[in-house]
């Protein structure tokens, strides 16, 4: 049924469309949302340790190992999950079971909710610790662009997540058409077919008077009461 809609897809087993896919806002962020997270870890790990008169690596983040370890961890975990987010949103379609759909989109919603959270608290932790650190720790601005840019891109990471999590509730709202159903199939009653209208028999207004009353008048007519 065109325009049947069940959690923001159609009916299952309609064929998978890639344009319309990427063209769709919640694609757009998903895949923003995964590039983000690759900044942003991949800036930490490749810049965002530095040595000063030893051996030893620090974070150039005030040297607070914390700090790197956990802009590196939201960063992996953003980017695996919205590698599989990615992957159950191409094969949201296909899911027949509309308690299946439900289950999905509540766990989109409680984990991109979630995650928008940590996105948040990694912004302010990254940027609170980049102003704590003083120039001297960082000799010819090591690192300075890497830092920044995790910085900024942990805030877009934010409006992604949190664009993500209203998407999702949105498609939770929506909730099931039930037109894509029958609506014998709730009751539990059969539809009852009327009766035909026609009997096929023509009405005549002539009235027919039964078998053998003209034989038994006529009979009548000649028989005389015998006298005694």
Known sequence: MEGARSFGAGRAGAAFDPVSFVKQPQTILRILSWIFSIVV???IVNEGYINIGSERLHCIFNKNN??????????????????????????????SSVKDRKKAVLVEIVFSGFWTFMWFVGFCFLANQWQRTSPKELPLNQGADAARAAIAFSFFSI????????????????????????????????TIQPYPTGTGVDATDTYQ?????????????GYQVPTY
């Open 41 to 43: 870890f991949g800036s």
């Open 209 to 221: 008077s039964p078998p053998f009353t003209e034989h038994l008048e006529s009979s009548t007519k």
């Open 66 to 95: 914390d700090a790197c370890n956990y802009g590196i961890t939201i960063g992996v975990v953003a980017f695996l999950a919205s590698s599989l987010f990615l992957i159950l949103d191409i094969h949201f379609p296909q899911i």
């Open 159 to 190: 409006i992604t997540w949190a664009g993500l999590t209203v998407r999702a509730v949105q498609k939770y709202m929506l909730g099931t058409d039930m037109t894509l159903f029958a609506t014998d199939h709730f009751d539990g009653n059969p």
